[in-house]
């Protein structure tokens, strides 16, 4: 199913960054129903519209609310040291 991304997600999937922000990626139709579900994409055409959507109140939603991506493994994390 081809949707479009309406958030930039860091790191990358299938060995590929992922798609900038209006920018349409083909992905499995499980996948794509949950980046709509999760609001990261939106459906492309006729087809993927029909997907059920859960009811939302009309409220605008603000075009630069904080969204937590990710954490990408760049580099491992160290631990925290202890006593002495």
């Known amino acids: 199913m081809l949707v479009r991304m309406k ?5 990358y999937r299938n060995g590929e960054p ?3 922000i ?6 499995p139709d499980h996948e794509a129903e949950s980046l709509i579900a999760n609001g990261y994409a ?3 055409n ?3 519209a029909a997907i059920d959507e859960p009811a939302v109140a009309d409220e605008p939603v603000a075009e ?3 969204i ?3 954490a990408v ?5 160290k631990p925290t040291k202890r006593g002495k």
């Open 42 to 44: 939106e459906a492309t």
């Open 22 to 27: 209006g920018d349409p990626i083909d992905v």
């Open 7 to 11: 958030i930039q997600i860091g790191g």
């Open 73 to 77: 493994a760049d580099e491992p994390v």
């Open 68 to 70: 937590d991506e990710p």
């Open 18 to 20: 992922w798609p900038a």
């Open 64 to 66: 630069s609310a904080a």
């Open 46 to 48: 006729a087809e993927s």
